[in-house]
């Protein structure tokens, strides 16, 4: 039986999403949802430097990534949020998303702590909960008039003296919700109430349909002033 820390991988359920992709095989008329696939090619930019880089860089340091893409990183959150980052002190480049998240999670929750997340979440955001020790607490998505939405009630009754940090997306998976203004205020109200983090991950944001526009919740006023109490993750850039 695990003891210590190896007890939270009791918790930690596989996907099974693989079983699904095993039917489809190598099929090439099917596009793999969880993959993320697309037939749209890469830009012609992106496979140029790709090319134009393979058999010069050859280097693990430094750590944290390579200043003047920090720098980049810095000026693009400036220009979706009007606020200033400093790119040696706020922007850390990370080999993927989700290794980045399970950092943050590490750096900031312990073992025991509750995480929220909405239901349904993407599965990925649960088992790095419970690799770093801590609890995910559901705050439930409802139709509403077609579309998601995050009742601000419940949300309110998920935070506990536990709760640690609020792990969102925006757009969510696998639901698409977008939370709106109003959604963002409760966030910034449940994180106040428990002093909690605010952990984004951004990966989705500008990927909007209908009308909706991007909104960043360090751009957001209700937001605006936990933002040292808050960390983005907008994928692959940061």
């Known amino acids: 039986m695990p003891r210590g820390r190896t007890e939270r991988?009791?918790?930690?359920?596989?996907?099974?999403?693989?079983?699904v992709a095993a039917a489809a095989g190598d099929a090439g008329d099917v596009l793999r949802m969880e993959n993320l696939d697309t037939d749209i090619a890469p830009p012609a930019a992106a496979i140029a430097a790709t090319r134009d880089a393979v058999g010069r860089a050859n280097s693990w340091l430094p750590f944290t990534g390579l200043v003047p893409l920090r720098a980049a990183v810095a000026e693009r959150l400036e220009r979706q949020t009007g606020r200033a980052y400093d790119p040696l002190a706020e922007v850390v480049i990370t080999g993927g998303a989700t290794p980045g998240l399970l950092s943050a999670l590490l750096a900031t929750?312990?073992?025991?702590?509750e995480?929220?997340?909405?239901?349904?979440?993407?599965a990925g955001f649960i088992g790095r909960i419970r690799l770093a020790g801590a609890r995910p607490v559901f705050a439930p998505l409802a139709a509403v008039d077609g579309r998601w939405r995050l009742d601000p009630e419940r949300l309110a009754a998920a935070v506990t003296a536990r709760t640690r940090a609020l792990l969102l997306m925006s757009p969510s998976m696998p639901s698409g919700h977008v939370l709106d203004d109003a959604e963002w205020a409760a966030v910034a109200g449940a994180c106040e109430r428990a002093d909690a983090w605010l952990l984004y991950d951004a990966g989705m944001d500008e990927v909007l349909f209908d009308g909706i526009a991007p909104r960043?919740?360090?751009?957001?006023?209700?937001?605006?002033?936990?933002r040292s109490r808050s960390a983005a993750s907008p994928r692959t850039t940061a």
């Open 9 to 19: 991988f009791r918790h930690i359920k596989p996907f099974g999403i693989d079983a």
């Open 109 to 113: 929750v312990d073992h025991g702590d």
């Open 115 to 122: 995480v929220i997340v909405t239901d349904p979440c993407y």
């Open 216 to 226: 960043h919740p360090a751009a957001l006023e209700p937001l605006a002033g936990a």
